[in-house]
């Protein structure tokens, strides 16, 4: 059962955790560090029931409503604070460049909503209002919601959470109110969102990000991590793009002995396997492909609950040798991630855990972690990073059959600049691929991702290749 049962109830404002410290510090505007989950709805939703189930939900848990409080300039720490719920409805942004926690917005054709998915990755939220927001995108014959939550106050799982707290009470308030309908509804559509010019406060200032600046045919630097190679980018565009899949959950037959390697595996060893093959198509060497793969912190007995952003990273390792054999591969990945997830590490490695630490005023913190990042950015920052939230017992669901289809995507800064989420929804895996468009355009990126699903599909038919 997803729940929301962990939320801090009494106080009214608690430290960051070093992990959304260091997630704030390293944010910049041009790649907001969002976290979205995207559920598409057989019909029509009754706005008014969904604007109070958003309200009883945000009145029900202060974890959900919280922002970042005010401090002086010598504070060394950073804190939440709970605020009363505030909701607007409306189309587009709200006034004074402050986004409202309900935006509605139209689309007619699924270019005009992918276009929508872009602009809202490029809307960063200020922490000084809130954590997230629900946007309502009204089609011509089904509605789309898509909730974007601040990486710093929440992960996937807990915002798989407040998206099922909201569908919940949204099914209790709205009935049989979701209605299939062929033809556009017949109140006005809402005009696209236009994501104004952020408002931040001085905690939430970010420069530009840097560009990679590896040249394509040149072997690697020695330690150097290997990048995905540019093709056809927009430097100075901000945001994201993003390519959405849904296939059966990969399966085959088992041969020969040992565990079944998971879906995650599969995921992952595709991951590193297309990024090979795309790089040398494109003249560059290979060298060490370097994986980051968030795992959930949360006790196993209750891995659905609790807020807040409680994964930790595991990475997973494959050097030029290594990636000749896909079987082999694909049994050192899971090797490697089942060792991963046995350690019990904290979420933030050593380095990562003393520029969170209060130590010195917030300001000398954020520069300091800004500039160790630059620095560290080509040998420390993985070449991609998977999200795999797994099957989902009780997926969030506005008509309550547990088929609604649901993708989950996060951020992909540079020089990483892409990542896949999946999550399995009624025996059915939804992909995203998220890029930067300082990467690759949105061409390039659908030849990505059908490299990738190719590779996917060529692992699973491997023997032992099935997932449990």
Known sequence: MTTLRDAPGAPSSWPFAPIEELDLYLENAQEPSLVQLETHVPGHLDQAALEAALAGVLAADPATRRHLATTSRWSRRLRWEAAAPAIRTGSGPAP???????????????????????????????LSSTAA????AVGPEHDVVILQIHHAAFDGI??????????????????PSIR?????????????????????SRHEQAPAPRRDGHRPGLPPLPGLVTRIAVQAAQPDRPGYGFVLKSAPVPRSARSGRGPYPTVNDLLVTAMILTVDQWNAARGRRGGTVRISVPVNGRDPQRRWEGPG??????????????RTDAAGLLAQVAAQTRAGKRQPRPGLDAVSRLLAAGWAPTAVKRRTARLARRLAAPVCTD?????????????????GSGQDPLWFYGPAPMPRGLAVGAVTVAGRLHLCVTYRHALMDCGAAADFTAAYC???????????????
């Open 309 to 322: 952003n409680l994964s930790r990273l595991i990475r997973v390792t494959a050097r030029p040798g290594q």
């Open 180 to 200: 299939p309908q062929s033809a556009f509804p017949s109140r006005p559509a809402p005009d696209p969102v236009h994501p104004p010019a952020p408002h931040r």
């Open 158 to 175: 807990s915002g798989l959470a407040l998206l099922a707290a909201i569908c919940a009470a949204y099914r209790d308030r709205a009935g």
């Open 133 to 136: 927001r629900l946007i309502l």
């Open 383 to 399: 070449t991609s990073l998977v999200s795999n939230l797994g099957v989902l017992p009780e997926p969030p669901c506005f008509g």
């Open 454 to 468: 190719r590779t996917l599909a060529g692992l699973a038919a491997l023997p032992g290749g099935r997932p449990p």
């Open 96 to 126: 004074s460049g402050e986004a409202g926690l309900l935006t509605v917005a139209g689309w007619r054709s699924p270019g005009q909503l992918a276009a929508l998915r872009d602009q809202l990755s490029a809307w960063p939220i200020s």
